[in-house]
């Protein structure tokens, strides 16, 4: 079943629904979409069990983007991976447009695709905003629940955006795919670790280095990279410095001691978060001395 690459395959799902948006096709957008449905924000769950629920949401949705002046939508896979035969999970960016201006700064989306019934079609949808950010989405009486770990405040909320660009920033390293990498990184990009500096001004010098960092999963047969945010904080709208804890695991096991990374994410792509520098305790070219948490 997996003989189309997840990111096509998610990209294919994702195109009929930004149509219907613009369409105003309710009944063409619900085709899409699995029952049950779980839409999330940084602060809030709607879990929609039946078509009428989820015809009311979607009408409201594409009534909402109308009434806000959004002209159009750009949604683009950049990164996704089979979880398993029947199960796809992936990062989406989302432009929204009035006109030639920005209907809201560019966010993040996490989607996931399961195969039921003979069809690829979405289950649940997490998006990197506040619900008052991005204030079209579905607001249906005693259904919108708050989060129990909903941001308290201005820093939880960039924390909880910090993570999910971890979380994007990991899954396109596990996709061994260049382009989904590449579209993570900005260039000039600013790799530090135990053996030093390195700075990647060109697309032939990211692509050698990542064919490095490929080998280096092979190698350890790496199986998932998990990166826990630590702190991190806003310069401006357009630049985030965070700092992490790293993860790399083979299975159930360490491939090295956990180890510690600040990440800078700069609004550069159109609008959109790029990593611009990474400054490790190790890299992926130190994994066999090993290395320590902090």
């Given at each position: ?69 959004v002209t159009r939508l750009d949604r683009v896979c950049e990164s996704a991976v089979y979880k398993s035969d029947t199960e ?25 695709l399961e195969f039921r019934d003979g069809e690829w079609r979405i289950s649940e949808t997490d998006m990197a905003v506040l ?153 992926h070219r130190d994994w066999t001395t090993g290395g320590a948490a902090s």
């Open positions: 079943m997996q003989h189309t690459s997840a990111i096509k395959l998610y990209q294919s799902r994702l195109d009929p629904l930004t149509r219907a948006i613009a369409e105003g096709d309710v009944t063409g957008f619900m085709a899409g979409l699995h029952l049950p449905h779980v839409l999330r924000t940084v602060d809030t769950r709607v879990h929609f069990e039946t078509e009428a629920e989820l015809y009311k949401a979607v009408d409201h949705y594409i009534h909402a983007l109308r009434a806000r002046g796809i999970e992936g990062y989406n960016s989302v432009h929204a447009f009035t006109g030639q201006d920005p209907a809201i700064l560019p966010f993040l989306a996490r989607m996931r619900r008052d950010q991005w204030n079209v989405l579905p607001q249906i009486d005693g259904q919108v629940m708050p989060l129990s770990d909903a941001p308290a405040n201005e820093h939880d909320f960039h924390l909880a955006c910090f993570q999910v660009l971890l979380n994007w920033l990991s899954q396109a390293a596990l996709c061994k795919d260049f382009n989904a990498w590449s579209r993570a990184c900005a260039l000039p990009l600013t790799v530090t670790g135990k053996s030093g500096e390195m700075s990647f001004y060109t697309e032939e010098e990211l692509r050698h280095e990542f064919g490095y960092y490929m080998a280096s999963f092979d190698v350890h047969n790496v199986t998932d990279v998990i990166r826990k945010p630590l702190d991190v904080r806003m310069e401006g709208e357009t630049r985030m410095v965070g700092s992490c804890r790293t993860y790399v695991l083979s299975n159930a096991n360490l491939v090295v001691k956990p180890y510690d990374s600040t990440i800078t994410f700069e609004r550069l792509r159109d609008g959109f978060w790029q990593m611009v520098r990474m400054d490790n305790i190790i890299g």
